[in-house]
C-alpha cells in the first residue's frame, strides 16, 4: 500500500506542480482528516505526503517560466525565466531548475551527519541575527543602484502591501499569490500584449555546463537550510540572500532556485527532528499525525524522497519539452489572455474580493516600478519588510506567515 499512495501522490503533486495557484499544502490540510477517520497507515500516508511535496517543488517551476505566473516559492525565477524564454531558451531554464532539486539535495544527503551535528548549536545563532542578515541584503542591493531613493520607495510601498495583505482577516494561505502576481506576472503579460510580443520558438536542446548545476546546486543546498529551520525565511528571501552574497551568474541562480524549494521540504524534516520545529506544510502535517519523530521515520522520509527525485526529475524534463513544444503552437495574444484570466479568476475563487482590491494595487505597484526604472527585485519587499520585523519582535502584526 505504501507504494500506491506514493504514486497517488506523485500524480497529485505533478498536477500541482503544473498549474498555477494550486498550492500542494491545500490537497494535504483537505485530506488530513480523511488520515483520522479511516485510520490510515502512518507510513502509506507519509509515503503519499513525499510524493506530493517533493514533487511539487520539482516541477512548479514550469508554469513560472513559461507563463511568468509567480507563487512564493518560484517568484524569483519570474524575470530571470522570462528571459530565458524570450531568446528562445525556456527549455534550459527549466531544465536548469530541475536538474538543481537534484543536485542540491545530493549535497543534503552528503553532508547530512554534519548538519546533524551542527544545526542544533548553529540554529539559535542564525535565528538571533536575522534581521541584521536581511538589513545588510538590502544594503548590498542597494549599494550599487543609481535611483537609490526611488528603490527604497518601492521597497517600503511593497512591504506596506505585505504587512496590509498578511494581517488581513482572511488568513488565507493563497493571500500572497495575488500580490506576486500582481508585482510580477501581470505586468509583463499586460506589457506583451500592448507591444505585441510573441514567444520565439524554443530550442529544446539545453546548454547546461556541469560546473552551473554543481555551483548553483550547492548555493540552493545553504539556502534551503534557512529556509528549512529558520522561521519566516521562506524560499524567496534565501534566495535574495545566497544571490547577493555569493554574485551568481544567471544559470546559477536558476538552479539554486530549484534547489531551494526541494532541500526546504528535506530540511523542514530535520527540523522538525532535531529542534521539533514544523517549517512547512509537510512537516506540519507528519507533526500532526506523529507524536515524535524519530530518526528511523527520518532516513524512511529522506529515502522516499530520493526515489521520488529519481523518478520525477527525469519526468520533469520530459514535461518541460512537452510544455515548450506546446507554448509555440499557441495564439500567443490567446495564451496571454488565458493567463490573466487564470489569475483573476484564481485570485477571486481563492481570495475572495479581497485578494482582487490586492491584486489590482499589487499590479499598479508592478507597472510604477517598470516605468520609474527600479529593478523589480525591490518588489520583494512585500515579504522582506514584514520578515525584518517579525524578528525585531513585531510579531502580532505579521503573524500569518510564521
Not at 477517520?37 to 513525499?50: A, N
Not at 550547492?218 to 524560499?235: D, E, Q, R, Y
Not at 520545529?277 to 530520493?306: E, Y
Amino acid at each position: 500500500m505504501l507504494l500506491l499512495y506514493f504514486l497517488v501522490g506523485i500524480i497529485i503533486g505533478i498536477v500541482t506542480g503544473l498549474i498555477p495557484g494550486l498550492h500542494p499544502n491545500s490537497v494535504l490540510f483537505l485530506l488530513l482528516p480523511l488520515y483520522f477517520r479511516f485510520k490510515l497507515d502512518f507510513l502509506d500516508f507519509i509515503g503519499f505526503v513525499v510524493g506530493i511535496s517533493v514533487t511539487n517543488t520539482v516541477l512548479n517551476y514550469i508554469p513560472s517560466v513559461l507563463l511568468g505566473v509567480p507563487q512564493e516559492d518560484t517568484v524569483l525565477s519570474v524575470l530571470p525565466g522570462h528571459k530565458f524564454v524570450l531568446d528562445g531558451r525556456g527549455y534550459e531554464a527549466i531544465a536548469l531548475t530541475i536538474l538543481g532539486a537534484l543536485s542540491s539535495t545530493v549535497f543534503a544527503l552528503v553532508l547530512l551527519p554534519l548538519l546533524f551535528v551542527l544545526i542544533p548549536f548553529v540554529y539559535p545563532f542564525l535565528a538571533s541575527y536575522m534581521q541584521y542578515v536581511l538589513l545588510l541584503l538590502i544594503a548590498t542591493m542597494l549599494f550599487r543602484r543609481k535611483r537609490k531613493i526611488l528603490s527604497l520607495m518601492i521597497l517600503f510601498l511593497s512591504g506596506l502591501l505585505g504587512l496590509i495583505t498578511l494581517n488581513s482577516n482572511l488568513g488565507n494561505m493563497y493571500i500572497l499569490f495575488p500580490a506576486f502576481s500582481g508585482l510580477f506576472g501581470i505586468p509583463m503579460i499586460i506589457f506583451s500584449l500592448i507591444h505585441g510580443g510573441k514567444i520565439p520558438k524554443q530550442n529544446k536542446n539545453e546548454k547546461i555546463n556541469s560546473k552551473d548545476v554543481i555551483l548553483g546546486g550547492f548555493f540552493g543546498f545553504l539556502a534551503g537550510i534557512l529556509t528549512g529551520f529558520i522561521p519566516g525565511i521562506g524560499s524567496s528571501q534565501s534566495a535574495l540572500i545566497v544571490q547577493r552574497f555569493s554574485n551568481m551568474k544567471i544559470k546559477r541562480f536558476m538552479v539554486a532556485l530549484g534547489g531551494i524549494n526541494t532541500t526546504g521540504i528535506f530540511f523542514s524534516i530535520l527540523s522538525l527532528y532535531l529542534i521539533n520545529k514544523a517549517r512547512s506544510g509537510a512537516a506540519i502535517i507528519i507533526q500532526n499525525i506523529s507524536t515524535r519523530l524519530t530518526l528511523p521515520m527520518v532516513f524512511i522520509i529522506i529515502s522516499l524522497s530520493m526515489i521520488c527525485l529519481g523518478l520525477v526529475v527525469p519526468l520533469g524534463l520530459k514535461i518541460g519539452k512537452i510544455s515548450c513544444s506546446v507554448v509555440n503552437k499557441i495564439n500567443y495574444k490567446i495564451l496571454l489572455y488565458s493567463v490573466l484570466f487564470l489569475i483573476i479568476f484564481g485570485t477571486i475563487i481563492l481570495t475572495s474580493w479581497f485578494g482582487l482590491i490586492v491584486l489590482i494595487t499589487s499590479t499598479a505597484l508592478g507597472f510604477l516600478t517598470a516605468q520609474i526604472g527600479v529593478n523589480r527585485n525591490w518588489c520583494m519587499g512585500v515579504l522582506l519588510v514584514p520578515t525584518i520585523l517579525y524578528y525585531f519582535g513585531f510579531s502580532g502584526i505579521v503573524s500569518l506567515i510564521f
